[in-house]
């Protein structure tokens, strides 16, 4: 699409009127004012046990997990799901108020809070409930929630657990190679004139029938018949020296020191300076520990040859260590914020990237906005952070992960194969400056960056397969076949009446959210609007012919959810072009659909087009006094809302957050129950099927998260049974 410079739309940054309004933010974003009240992956438990395979769990999969566990499926374990759900959200809330302690710390804490509050009636069965979940609790860990300082956190404890694990196994493997050759020293001792002297024998039977021996005899005899088998003393040197090498080393040592033993060598960094300076002095303690390793298993396999190796071990040096040698031994961990990355750091960075060293770099940015509005130059796959993932990328050696920090929990395995592989690794993470959008709550601020594609999701792993299609990977991004993610949105127009819609999240949104940025978007009272007002989504699909006329805008609500139209200027309407040009260049790199990307097909497009759904009347949310109106749900990336106070019990749903998907209910009627995205199920369409259904969905579904509502057909025959059945559901 082209930009539409000429285009007399919105209002330009600076004129008149602009300051003085009051921030809105995007229509999108309106139910997740409190985040404390959803179930989402924050907060996360770095677990402490390194033996397990997943280092970070979310509180919510914990526990589900207890729930599981302790809670048997149906209305028998409603109550010890809501009381111990009820724990999670405290403790969530807990979490975000800046509470930190382990997982048991807090889970604690909360419990004895919740049963404090409680009344007489129904502590006992809190009590009882409580505490059967936590006898059931076998994840434990520090809590951590979605703040600045998390994604280095999460990195930090993934590396840390991962190499305490090599450390450990080399470790082994160094023990296994100072035991042997200590037996062969002391095989050798044996064979010497000390190790068979009389008073040694003694020694070794001390306590022993020292009685019945002639330790003078027996050692006369022994010296006698092995005089010829001692080592060469070129030999015993060799060994004790690899003995001394592989017993001081530093590259591998337990945590706890003693005084003869020095502290491990560290491997995490705050800046590439020190790595680089740390690598270079540790090479000559490499090179000896790769020399003695190597001796040790020649000694022992009894394979050292003076004539041959002599000389290859006297020249050894750091010039002969293979990329195999250097692979052996710890990564190095550089944990950056972007705003601190001077020109001489970046370079630096790239430099140790290049190396193919097992260097693993996080950078961590708070503010990508401020170099996509502005820059100018031809769109590459990215400014700013962007830039910097797409540079590592090019470099064609470089395991790359960028991602929201909101996304990390579902990413895990990709930290972890990053931090894994034996390259070097970027992680580029966004988590959003408090500065820019102080309105949202760091989660949603990461979680906006990645639905409107200012920040995309994206792996690339150079062993993954020839091709750029297997080793770039996008499936992260929500809806990564399209330009922007579409979404369902509801409001109540002035008639009362609830309107569903289908509305793409843009760069335009995430842009608007920013207290910085809020004066390209001008808002317009329901009385201007008119027909050349089209969604900025439609209007950035337009050439310039087309868009002629056409006025772009956003929905946004203001602090009562009243709904409004925000029109935007060509400051974002350029912005929004760059950004949509680089995820489209993503998509073609990774295979994603045709070039320029694949577009919705016409079923979706004709869906789209229908505009607006008219459902049925029905209690909805309330007009606000300037004649705005009040969105409803929302979808998948963005945290889905319980909202269990905002529903009418008389109409059917499922708190679909909670879904375990199981798949009963969508068998029962796969019309009328359907998964989401998060593959977890709602209520497609309430007409699909009999009340019969919903009632036997409901009382079929382990997690009694379907609610029947009252029978739509009042002729359906039974009813009077049915709607017993559905009482307890209500
Ligand atoms: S809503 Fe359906 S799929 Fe989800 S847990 Fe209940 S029965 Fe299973």
């Given at each position: 699409m082209n930009e539409h410079p000429a285009q007399p739309i919105g209002r330009r940054a600076g004129e008149p009127g602009g300051s003085s309004r009051p921030h809105l933010r995007p229509a999108l974003l309106a139910p997740y004012r409190d985040l404390s009240k959803l179930r989402y992956d924050y907060p996360l438990i770095l677990s402490s046990d390194i033996e397990e395979d997943t280092f970070v769990r979310s509180l919510s999969d914990v526990v589900d997990g207890v729930l599981q566990q302790i809670a048997p499926p149906g209305i028998a374990g409603e109550r010890l799901r809501q009381h111990v759900l009820l724990l999670e959200a405290r403790i969530r809330a807990m979490a975000s108020r800046g509470a930190r302690g382990s997982l048991g710390e807090l889970w604690d804490l909360a419990a004895r809070e919740l049963i404090r509050g409680s009344d007489k009636d129904s502590r006992t069965l809190l009590e009882d409930s409580l505490g059967r979940a936590r006898s059931a609790l076998r994840v434990d860990g520090p809590v951590v929630d979605c703040v600045d300082d998390s994604p280095s956190e999460i990195l930090k404890h993934a590396w840390g657990t991962l190499h305490a694990q090599r450390v450990r196994a080399t470790l082994v493997e160094i023990a296994e190679l100072e035991t042997k050759l200590s037996e062969i020293l002391e095989l050798d001792f044996l064979n010497s004139d000390e190790g068979r002297s009389p008073e040694r024998l003694q020694r070794s039977v001390a306590g022993c029938c020292e009685d019945a021996f002639d330790f003078e005899a027996w050692s006369r005899i022994l010296s006698e018949s092995s005089r010829r088998s001692r080592l060469p003393e070129s030999r015993r040197r060799r060994i004790r020296e690899a003995l001394s090498v592989l017993g001081s080393q530093r590259f591998f040592a337990a945590e706890v020191t003693t005084v003869d033993r020095p502290p491990p060598h560290a491997f995490a960094f705050e800046s590439c300076e020190l790595a680089i300076a740390a690598f270079r002095e540790r090479l000559a303690e490499m090179v000896d520990l790769i020399k003695a390793i190597t001796i040790a298993k020649l000694e022992i396999d009894n394979h050292y040859r003076e004539s041959k190796h002599d000389d290859f071990f006297r020249r050894?040096?750091?010039?002969?260590?293979?990329p195999d040698d250097v692979l052996r031994f710890p990564s190095y961990l550089i944990c950056l914020r972007a705003k601190d990355c001077t020109a001489q750091e970046r370079a630096a960075i790239f430099e140790l990237l290049s190396s193919d060293l097992p260097i693993k770099v996080l950078v961590q940015s708070d503010d990508i906005l401020s170099e996509s509005m502005h820059s100018r130059g031809p769109a590459s796959l990215g400014t700013g952070a962007e830039h910097m993932a797409s540079m590592a990328v090019a470099l064609g050696n470089t395991y790359v992960l960028q991602a929201a920090s909101s996304s990390l929990y579902p990413l895990s395995d990709r930290i972890r194969e990053g931090l894994d592989c034996p390259g070097p690794a970027l992680f580029s993470i966004f988590c959003g400056s408090g500065e820019t959008l102080p309105q949202l709550p760091p989660y949603l601020r990461a979680a906006v960056a990645t639905q409107s594609r200012a920040f995309p999701t994206f792996r690339y792993d150079p062993t993954a397969g020839e091709s750029w299609a297997l080793r770039l990977d996008l499936d992260e991004n929500p809806q990564p076949e399209h330009d922007w993610p579409l979404m369902h949105f509801e409001y109540q127009d002035e008639a009362l009446q609830r309107i569903a819609d289908e509305v793409a999240f843009t760069f335009v949104d995430f842009a608007a959210a920013d207290q910085r940025y809020a004066d390209h978007v001008e808002t317009i009272g329901r009385s201007d609007w008119n027909a050349d007002m089209i969604p900025v989504w439609r209007y950035l699909e337009l050439d310039e012919q087309e868009a002629r006329g056409k006025v772009p805008y956003i929905l946004t609500v203001d602090a009562d959810d009243g709904l409004h139209r925000g029109v935007v200027d060509r400051v974002l309407i350029r912005a929004a072009h760059r950004c949509i040009e680089r995820w489209r260049s993503l998509q073609q790199l990774g295979g994603i659909g045709d070039s320029p990307a694949s577009q919705p097909s016409e079923g979706e497009r004709a869906a789209e087009d229908s505009e607006v759904e008219l459902l049925r009347e029905e209690p909805a949310p309330q007009l606000d006094e300037s004649g705005g109106e009040s969105p409803a749900e929302q979808q998948q990336t963005l945290p889905a809302s319980e909202a269990e106070g905002a529903q009418n019990p008389d109409e059917p749903y499922i708190e679909t957050p909670r879904c375990t998907t199981c798949d009963e209910c969508t068998q029962i009627n796969p019309r009328m129950f359907a998964y989401n995205e998060n593959r977890q199920a709602y209520i497609a369409d309430p007409d699909a099927g009999s009340y019969r259904e919903l009632v036997e969905a409901a009382e079929t579904c382990q997690v009694s998260i379907i609610h029947p509502g009252k029978p739509r057909n009042p002729r359906e025959p039974g009813l009077p049974e049915l709607i017993g059945r559905a009482e307890p559901f209500r």
């Open positions: 050894f040096d750091e010039s002969s260590l293979e």
